[in-house]
């Protein structure tokens, strides 16, 4: 029975979910749909706009193809969720109140931290003033216009991450009038089997991406990047200057790569929020959290998604869609037990593939063992395609289809051995 009912006060649970990216769509529909209506529980999810972004698909709206309008409101018909629209500016955990546009405070009793990330822009001098981003619908949709603007030049594409990868490709088949550089300290697909990472190598070179890979580009001006040195796989840096960057669209000195427009995918860095409210964070300012998902300082505040600290038996998980939506579903989950007295079972999750579109005609999806490294076994080619289309549009339907049946969101690869920690079952 839970306190409240033990207390005899039917008070409502105020339930607030921030960020309606994947992690948190997950968590608001799950719990909406999953809860009675006896148990007195209103979930809220805030998030800055109705429109979906999905992300998975910012690098080709980047280079100019629209994304669907897909309303978050309407998404919520049906579930009892409450939507409100608005930019999240503080959190208060002692008070357990969160801050909407400097203007409205949303009390809660239980939070669900679900902002994710974005690139860092901050990493280098000038990469915020100068470098486009594709933290949102509206950023990539500044750079398509910028690109479709161009007529010809260079676009430099600063990180060697599947971002930047699925970036470089988009955006060089969309408009090969452009020269496009691909710039980062690892190689393109550097977790991947070594096959896999050389058809995806072949791939970016008939599409005419320029790859330069071991560089570290320290600065950002208005026509170039800045590089400063050449660092090798294992991270040595050469800083001798005589970098022969022939053939990347024409350096402006030794460490200079000219640069029409640069796109910044490398890293990312989390809102600020979190550490502000005295929560516990992680170097890079991520919620660390406990095995049910909820903050080690702050049991009330629940993290998922990117914005999230979450160790496995393999380490911290890193950001990515198929691990954010089980987390926000987990999240839901533990609250409901947590509220009818139960205890919270703790998460586990395994990475199963790494699917990388290579422009619209082509692909390649990595398989991998629960802890991210590579298996043999990848596809290549228009199996590729669809199976990364397949996983793209899934979300969406999956959404539709929790709100029918909420147990349906519960499977994903729980990762067997790799996710043990401290003999978790
Ligand atoms: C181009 C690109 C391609 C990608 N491809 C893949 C892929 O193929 N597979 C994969 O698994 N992952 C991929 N990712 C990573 C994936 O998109 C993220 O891991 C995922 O979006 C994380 O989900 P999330 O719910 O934690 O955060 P998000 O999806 O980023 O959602 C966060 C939400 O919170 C909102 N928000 C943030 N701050 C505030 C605030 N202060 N107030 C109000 N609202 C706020 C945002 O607007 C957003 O709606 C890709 C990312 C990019 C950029």
Same mark, same amino acid.
């Given at each position: 029975?839970?306190?409240?009912? !033990?207390?005899g006060?039917?008070?409502?649970?105020r339930?607030?979910? #921030?960020?309606?990216?994947?992690?948190?769509?997950?968590?608001?529909? %799950?719990?909406?749909?999953?809860?009675?209506?006896?148990e007195?529980?209103?979930?809220t999810?805030?998030?800055?706009?109705e429109?979906?972004?999905?992300?998975?698909?910012?690098?080709?709206?980047?280079?100019?193809?629209?994304?669907a309008?897909?309303?978050?409101?309407?998404?919520?018909?049906?579930?009892?969720?409450?939507?409100? /629209?608005?930019w999240?500016?503080?959190?208060?955990?002692?008070?357990?109140t969160?801050?909407?546009?400097?203007?409205?405070?949303?009390?809660? @009793?239980t939070?669900?931290?679900?902002?994710?990330g974005?690139?860092?822009?901050?990493?280098?001098?000038?990469?915020?003033?100068?470098?486009?981003?594709?933290?949102?619908?509206?950023?990539?949709?500044? #750079?398509a216009?910028r690109?479709?603007?161009?007529?010809?030049?260079?676009?430099v594409?600063?990180?060697?991450g599947?971002?930047g990868v699925?970036?470089?490709?988009?955006?060089?088949? /969309?408009?090969?009038?452009l020269?496009?550089?691909?710039?980062?300290?690892g190689?393109?697909?550097?977790?991947?089997?070594p096959?896999?990472?050389?058809?995806?190598?072949?791939? #970016?070179?008939?599409?005419?991406?320029?790859?330069?890979?071991?560089?570290?580009?320290?600065?950002?001006?208005?026509? +170039?990047? !800045?590089l400063?040195?050449?660092v090798d796989?294992a991270?040595?840096v050469?800083?001798a200057? +005589?970098?022969?960057?022939? $053939?990347?669209?024409?350096?402006?000195? !030794?460490?200079?790569?000219?640069?029409?427009?640069v796109?910044?995918?490398?890293?990312?860095?989390?809102?600020?929020?979190?550490?502000?409210?005295?929560l516990?964070?992680?170097?890079?300012?991520?919620?660390?959290?406990d095995?049910?998902?909820?903050?080690?300082?702050?049991?009330?505040?629940?993290?998922?998604? @990117?914005?999230?600290?979450?160790? %496995?038996?393999?380490?911290?998980?890193?950001?990515?869609? %198929?691990? $954010?939506?089980?987390?926000?579903?987990?999240?839901?989950?533990?609250?409901?037990?947590?509220l009818?007295g139960?205890?919270?079972?703790?998460f586990?999750?395994?990475y199963?593939?790494?699917?990388v +579109?290579?422009?619209?005609?082509?692909?390649?999806?990595?398989f991998?063992?629960?802890?991210?490294s590579?298996r043999?076994?990848h596809?290549?080619?228009?199996v590729?395609v669809?199976?990364?289309?397949?996983?793209?549009?899934?979300?969406?339907a999956?959404?539709?289809r929790?709100?029918?049946?909420?147990? +349906?969101?519960?499977?994903?690869?729980?990762?067997?051995?790799?996710?043990?920690?401290?003999?978790?079952?």
């Amino acid at each position: 029975m839970s306190a409240q009912h !033990e207390a005899g006060v039917a008070t409502t649970h105020r339930v607030v979910i #921030l960020g309606a990216g994947y992690a948190g769509l997950s968590a608001a529909i %799950q719990l909406a749909c999953r809860v009675k209506p006896s148990e007195n529980v209103r979930v809220t999810l805030v998030n800055a706009q109705e429109r979906f972004t999905e992300r998975l698909r910012l690098h080709m709206a980047a280079s100019g193809q629209p994304l669907a309008e897909l309303s978050i409101p309407e998404l919520l018909e049906g579930t009892g969720a409450h939507f409100e /629209r608005g930019w999240v500016t503080a959190v208060d955990a002692n008070a357990k109140t969160v801050r909407i546009d400097d203007e409205r405070v949303l009390p809660y @009793d239980t939070l669900v931290y679900a902002l994710g990330g974005v690139a860092d822009t901050s990493a280098v001098p000038g990469a915020e003033d100068h470098a486009h981003t594709l933290n949102g619908a509206q950023d990539a949709e500044v #750079l398509a216009d910028r690109l479709a603007r161009l007529g010809s030049g260079t676009v430099v594409v600063v990180g060697s991450g599947l971002t930047g990868v699925e970036s470089a490709a988009e955006i060089a088949e /969309r408009h090969p009038e452009l020269t496009v550089v691909l710039l980062g300290r690892g190689e393109p697909g550097a977790a991947m089997h070594p096959k896999a990472r050389a058809y995806l190598r072949a791939a #970016l070179d008939r599409l005419g991406v320029r790859v330069r890979s071991g560089v570290e580009v320290v600065k950002v001006l208005p026509g +170039s990047v !800045e590089l400063a040195g050449i660092v090798d796989v294992a991270g040595r840096v050469d800083v001798a200057g +005589s970098v022969d960057l022939a $053939g990347t669209g024409g350096p402006v000195g !030794e460490e200079s790569v000219a640069a029409d427009v640069v796109l910044w995918t490398s890293g990312t860095r989390v809102s600020p929020l979190a550490a502000a409210a005295g929560l516990t964070v992680d170097e890079g300012g991520r919620i660390v959290t406990d095995t049910a998902l909820r903050s080690v300082s702050h049991p009330e505040v629940y993290a998922v998604g @990117d914005a999230a600290a979450i160790r %496995q038996g393999y380490g911290v998980m890193h950001g990515t869609c %198929q691990g $954010g939506m089980p987390t926000g579903v987990h999240a839901a989950v533990s609250i409901l037990r947590k509220l009818r007295g139960r205890r919270p079972r703790p998460f586990r999750f395994g990475y199963y593939h790494t699917p990388v +579109s290579l422009g619209r005609h082509d692909a390649v999806v990595q398989f991998t063992h629960p802890d991210d490294s590579p298996r043999r076994l990848h596809l290549t080619g228009r199996v590729a395609v669809r199976y990364k289309e397949t996983v793209t549009a899934a979300p969406w339907a999956t959404w539709g289809r929790m709100k029918k049946m909420p147990a +349906s969101g519960a499977f994903w690869p729980r990762g067997g051995r790799f996710t043990r920690v401290g003999g978790a079952r």
